[in-house]
């Protein structure tokens, strides 16, 4: 019941978000702003905190086995989602400055690198919790085969290429350790 409850509150509260400004909200219901990704991804967190939260009061071999790790465990992992998203972009950014002098000669997508230093840094950490480090190859070759082209091509963008691959492996596991076991 704590379940539906929190879900229904979201998701109400989604949708008078999305129709705030609609003059049709009264005669269409059908008419709805184009979802931002910021909310789709707070809608979803917030349904997963209801459900860990309604584990961790109301236990039950059934909800407790959607979340076997402990609240403080929980936490630290939320810190370790932190600590590898913006912080490692801004200090790389800040620390190997000197080194992006490719970015006239390459077109890239603006926000690319940051989403996907991101996702490597993810994978890092989830593969070093599963004790799984010869996986770690796995990013660098799908890395490296998205960008085969430009790494064979241009010397000055493999080089900052390597850079970032190797930082942000190793602010992943020096996060990890330093989260998991150094907090102990």
Known sequence: LVIIMGHALIDGLKYV????DDPKKKEDKRVVKAEPAW????DQCLHLLTILMASIFYPSPGLA???PV???EVLRWVLLGLLIGKPANISFKVIYRQYANYRG???TVE???????FFERLFTVIFVYLGQFTALGFILAAKSLARFKLLSEDQ???EYYLIGTLYSIL???IAYFAVFEWLG
């Open 70 to 72: 402990s609240g403080f």
């Open 17 to 20: 978000y999305l129709h705030r």
């Open 39 to 42: 909310l789709f991804i707070g």
């Open 105 to 107: 000669k390459a077109a």
């Open 171 to 173: 602010f992943a596991v």
């Open 111 to 117: 926000g690319a690198g940051a989403t996907i230093g």
């Open 65 to 67: 086995s959607w979340f």
């Open 156 to 158: 000055s963008f493999s």
